[in-house]
């Protein structure tokens, strides 16, 4: 069994880690490194600036990623699970894959991506289901040094094509489908619709799944059951079967993830080699205290960082065994969560407090006589987590016995910032709590000073650099620096606003820019106005979120149209179509209110503050209305309001 040797045991040693991370980072992460495998070791630990800026940690080291989650364990390992893939429909045999398979499936899957024409360096989208394949092809391009880019579900063709295009990506890892709940999402057709104007992929690998019909075009289309095959028997005719892994740089590219901002497209960040697998392995074995043998189960999809995080490179990195679920919560019905629980004896359970608070909407009688026992640590991420969620979590799934893990991270952080430690430091229901070792937090003020003392609120900015801080976004390095680096000079802003409270335990209250988080998903209003200004007949839009009991956030969007003749129910549904359409149904707006003006400064400038009153349902507080053009559009839209 694998030791962590460097997993946390007490708060006494948590305080001494955190005060040597960062009065001494590299002789810190040194340690820690020391306990990878490498291809050769690093000339420096780190390199960092951040007005560039420049994040570099390990320079000069070489290693492959997926030796340190695979090869590595294999002396210990080869039988124990790696992977347990639990299917959408419980009818259908769930597969287990030890340490040893997964060896020879990634093996496999590198040789296929080789055979088809895939390098070092070239971009591979993924879109598929939550299959255990899903998991080689990510494996399998770390394995050959390609930059995977995984696409979740529920994006359109659209939203694919412009990643595509950004990534400048040459191959396509899909399904024909996928099952979701009573679903069978057609992945191959959207992939189709994503490539008519595509110029750069130039092989598209489809796995069979739901074996709904596709088209396959010659040459572009290639099976992956055929390729595989082919594969296999390459490498069986070796000595070994073994695909050896490819020598990477600690700075190379290891994925791109996009994700929403306040600007209309999403950005494409960049993780790297080194860093990014020090910190999903530091933080999964700290803040969830992993312990050899323990069944986690994080309910993400590996389509957001989370899964790449927390379901793949944390827990094989760490010899551990991950859950890996294609359905989803509620179907058959709202006790499946309870039911792998129970089946597998899941010890770590991972999910979203919008998951939490559907299920909390279903009552107990799903819960009841299923056995919880295993369950040790519960843990929470993706938006803030109401103090009613949190208490059911602990209460009706944890039984009062099990540590509740608030964990605070962002694509762009690769993993775990600010979170409790399971059992070791201490936990405050809706609180975050402390940073973890490596993360220097600050609060600042909107003029960008440094607020001291505790009891304080502010924008939550990250000081020092940590191994897994985003080093650009995807072939636009300035848009990096505007993004994240501009706002406040050397630090790095997260777009976030939290409190600290006097014990210097951090509370984050959400985003403070424009960007929605609706069940946990990230969505740029300006995509989603976007979006919606190009169904025909509209003229302008202005969309703001507004509290939701499930979602967290729900998407309020206010609409002027040309022709004010319409049948309203219709025209909503339209739009909500074209919503769909550009982007996919995680934007859909959940209210669309028609009106003729929207409330805007005399330079133009749309006062969202007042529309987000509106939408929260506030029509007397609205604030100093008087720089408006045009006050009375607002009574307008308070009317109109009330009929939404
Ligand atoms: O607003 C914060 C919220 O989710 C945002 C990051 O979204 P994304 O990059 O999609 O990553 C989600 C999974 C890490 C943050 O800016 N957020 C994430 N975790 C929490 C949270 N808000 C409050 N509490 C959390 N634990």
Redesign the pocket.
């Known amino acids: 069994m694998i030791s962590h040797p460097y997993q946390i045991k007490s708060m006494q040693q948590y305080q001494t880690d955190y005060k040597q991370s960062i009065e001494f980072p590299d002789a810190f992460w040194e340690n820690i490194a020391s306990h990878f495998v490498w291809k050769k070791k690093w000339d420096q630990v780190c390199d960092w600036n951040f007005s560039e800026p420049k994040i570099e940690w390990f320079k000069g080291a070489k290693l492959n990623i997926t030796e340190n989650c695979i090869d590595r364990h294999l002396d210990t390992l080869a039988n124990k699970p790696a992977i347990i893939w639990e299917p959408n429909n419980p009818e259908e045999a769930s597969r287990t894959i030890t340490y040893g398979e997964l060896h020879r499936q990634v093996s496999a899957v590198a040789q296929m991506l080789t055979n088809i024409g895939v390098n070092k360096g070239d971009r591979v989208c993924i879109y598929m289901g939550m299959v255990p394949e899903l998991a080689f092809a990510v494996l399998g391009c770390a394995r050959i040094g390609a930059i995977h880019s995984v696409i979740f579900g529920g994006f359109s063709a659209q939203s694919i094509a412009d990643r595509l295009e950004d990534a400048q990506a040459s191959f396509i890892i899909t399904c024909d489908g996928a099952f979701r709940g009573v679903k069978d999402i057609p992945l191959k057709s959207v992939i189709d619709d994503a490539l008519i104007e595509n110029k750069t992929v130039k092989k598209v690998l489809v796995l069979n799944r739901t074996r709904i019909p596709i088209s396959m075009i010659k040459e572009r289309d290639v099976w992956w059951e055929d390729e595989i095959a082919v594969a296999e028997k390459q490498l069986q005719a070796q000595e070994k079967f073994n695909f050896p892994a490819a020598e990477m740089d600690a700075e190379d590219p290891l994925f791109i993830l996009y994700?929403s901002g306040s600007t209309g497209k999403p950005k494409g960040v960049v993780h790297t080699q080194a860093g990014y697998m020090v910190w999903a392995n530091y933080t999964f074995i700290n803040v969830f205290q992993y312990q050899p043998g323990q069944i986690h189960f994080c309910t993400a999809d590996i389509g957001?960082?989370?899964g790449h995080s927390y379901i793949l490179y944390g827990p094989l990195s760490a010899g551990g065994t991950t859950l890996m679920f294609e359905g989803i919560p509620t179907w058959p019905d709202a006790g499946r969560f309870w039911d792998i629980v129970q089946k597998y004896r899941v010890n770590i359970l991972y999910t979203a407090p919008t998951a939490i608070r559907s299920l909390m909407a279903f009552g107990l009688k799903p819960l009841e006589g299923k056995n919880l026992d295993s369950l040790q640590v519960l843990g929470?991420?993706?938006?803030?987590?109401n103090e009613e969620a949190w208490q059911w979590f602990y209460k009706y799934v944890g039984k009062e016995r099990c540590s509740i893990v608030?964990?605070?991270?962002?694509?762009?952080t690769g993993g775990i910032m600010i979170?409790n430690l399971a059992g070791i430091t201490p936990q405050k229901p809706a609180h975050?709590t402390l940073p973890l070792p490596g993360v220097l937090p600050v609060l600042v003020d909107e003029q960008g000073n440094e607020l001291q003392g505790n009891s304080i609120s502010g924008n939550l900015c990250i000081k020092q650099a940590w191994p897994a801080a985003i080093r650009t976004t995807y072939a636009d390095h300035e848009r990096c620096r505007t993004n994240y680096f501009a706002t406040y000079a050397n630090r790095y802003f997260?777009?976030?606003g939290a409190l600290r409270d006097e014990l210097g335990n951090y509370r984050?209250t959400?985003?403070v820019d424009d960007?929605l988080?609706v069940s946990?998903?990230?969505i740029g209003t300006a995509e989603v106005e976007n979006a919606i200004n190009m169904h025909s007949g509209v003229v302008e839009s202005a969309v703001v979120g507004y509290p939701h009991d499930v979602k967290g956030q729900g998407i309020y969007a206010y609409v002027i149209m040309e022709d004010h003749g319409h049948d309203a129910q219709l025209m909503r549904q339209n739009i909500i179509q074209t919503v769909v359409r550009i982007i996919g149904p995680i934007a859909k707006p959940d209210k669309i209110q028609f009106v003729k003006g929207l409330p805007k400064t005399r330079s133009g400038k749309i006062m969202r503050r007042i529309l987000r009153k509106i939408a929260e349902g506030e029509t007397e507080q609205l604030g100093d209305t008087t720089t408006l053009l045009d006050p009375s559009v607002v009574d307008d839209i308070k009317m109109g309001a009330k009929l939404i």
Request: proline share 3%; net charge negative.
């Open positions: 994700t957001w960082i989370t929470s991420v993706g938006e803030p987590i608030d964990t605070w991270w962002q694509t762009e979170s975050a997260t777009g976030d984050i959400g985003r960007v988080n946990g998903h990230r």
